[in-house]
């Protein structure tokens, strides 16, 4: 087989695996492997570097459009003089994401118009450093209802007699 031939192969097999990112990086990453005198495995992490970054793009661009999020929101459009009563050194405590590692909740509460939406809105797209949306496994998150105490997969339909008034 000649030299042209396997790389068609390997660019057909990339295509194949719905590697797309990893297809089009291809020849960039063959040349440098060739001019930094890369070996094969550092060649592979870094090819395959290329398709993990395009997937994780991918993954939270489509996280944001499932949320349905109002807008990207950042905490520097937050208008603190117009809300005295938000406690901006808790919105900066909030900017850590500390609550994270804790596995704490965070609840919003107050009338209409304060600025509930934005502030959630930002923690979800968080810092540039340090996103809010982390690794995740596919599965949706588990509700328990406090009428049952029994568990059921958000999106799908509750257990008979887990929502007030309804039956099955």
Known sequence: MSEQSVYQQARSHLAYLRMAAAAEALPAELEFAATQKLGHTAFLERLLEVEVSATETR???SLERF???PSPFRISDFDFDAQPSIDRKLVN???TLRFLEDATNVLFIGPPGVGKTMLAVWLWHGRPSMPAIGPTTRRQPIWWPAATGRPWRAGGRPPCGS???RGC
């Open 59 to 61: 993954r939270r661009a």
């Open 67 to 69: 949320a349905s999020l």
């Open 93 to 95: 405590e909030l900017a």
């Open 163 to 165: 929502s007030p008034g």
